[in-house]
Nanobody, 124 residues
């Protein structure tokens, strides 16, 4: 069982930056594909970014060029660097782990392990 703990969420102004952290209870970079999701009030949870076994990354169109996902295997930590934040980025952000590669990385049903989330609020 992999335990995931997110942190780094905060309230920032539009155009600002934040880094989110997802610390795993075990090394995930070689055994799991990792993902970041978010859910705003009244909306469905959506995929933001994923980091696969080989280190490749994929992003939702809405965050491409602004968000960067990375991992540090020595620290069992995945990061989400978020730049040029917009009010529509406001949401609870979750990290998740799945044990298989998939072209459909935004499919939440593929992820076996989830963190509790960290809140990001962007004001205009």
């Amino acid at each position: 069982q992999v335990q995931l703990v997110e942190s780094g969420g905060a309230a920032v102004q539009s155009g600002g930056s934040l880094t989110l952290y997802c610390v795993a209870s075990t090394n995930t970079s070689s055994n799991y594909c990792m993902g970041w999701f978010r859910q705003a009030p009244g909306k469905e949870r959506e995929g933001v970014a994923t980091a696969d076994f080989d280190g490749s990354t994929r992003y939702a169109e809405s965050v491409k060029g602004r968000f960067t996902v990375s991992q540090d295997s020595a620290k069992n930590t995945m990061y989400l660097q978020m730049n040029n934040l917009k009010p529509e980025d406001s949401a609870m952000y979750y990290c998740a782990a799945r044990d298989q590669w998939s072209a459909h990385w935004t499919d939440q049903g593929l992820y076996e392990h989830w963190g509790q989330g960290t809140q990001v609020t962007v004001s205009s």
